[in-house]
């Protein structure tokens, strides 16, 4: 079964950074589009980042291009999600998926909940000074 666990949450400052890691375990990493997410106080799960499996394409919703940076190390089953200039909205916690499906090749990744079927536990992150 594949698992996923999320780590290096915490309290940052409007303008810092904070690098989030995926820990997988069970399935080969390659062959899975990894996602991001993350659900703030009182609202739903929103995507906000993924990759593909080759080429390590990547893809960010609107809210995070240019500060958020999401990669992976397949040799260490790792998936990092580096964020850059913090705001308070960023406030929320913070998932990893695998997508449903084994892709092996190509550039795409999902954007919807409903693609992904394993996910860790989250990690919160507060921005506030």
């Known amino acids: 079964q594949r698992q996923l666990v999320e780590s290096g949450g915490g309290l940052a400052q409007p303008g810092g950074s904070l690098r989030l890691s995926c820990a997988t375990f069970?399935?080969?990493?390659?062959?899975?589009?990894i996602g991001w997410f993350r659900q703030a106080p009182g609202k739903g799960r929103d995507w906000i980042g993924c990759?593909?499996?080759?080429?390590?394409?990547?893809h960010y919703a609107d809210s995070v291009k240019g500060r958020f940076t999401v990669s992976r190390d397949n040799a260490r089953n790792m998936v990092y999600l580096q964020m850059n200039n913090l705001k308070a909205e960023d406030t929320a916690v913070y998932y990893c998926?695998?997508?449903?499906?084994?892709?092996?090749?190509?550039?795409?990744?999902?954007?919807?909940?409903?693609?992904?079927?394993?996910w860790g536990k989250g990690t919160q992150v507060t921005v506030s000074s």
């Open positions: 998926a695998t997508e449903a499906i084994v892709r092996i090749g190509g550039r795409l990744c999902p954007r919807v909940e409903y693609e992904y079927d394993f």
């Open positions: 069970g399935f080969i990493l390659e062959h899975y589009a």
């Open positions: 990759i593909s499996t080759s080429e390590n394409s990547t």
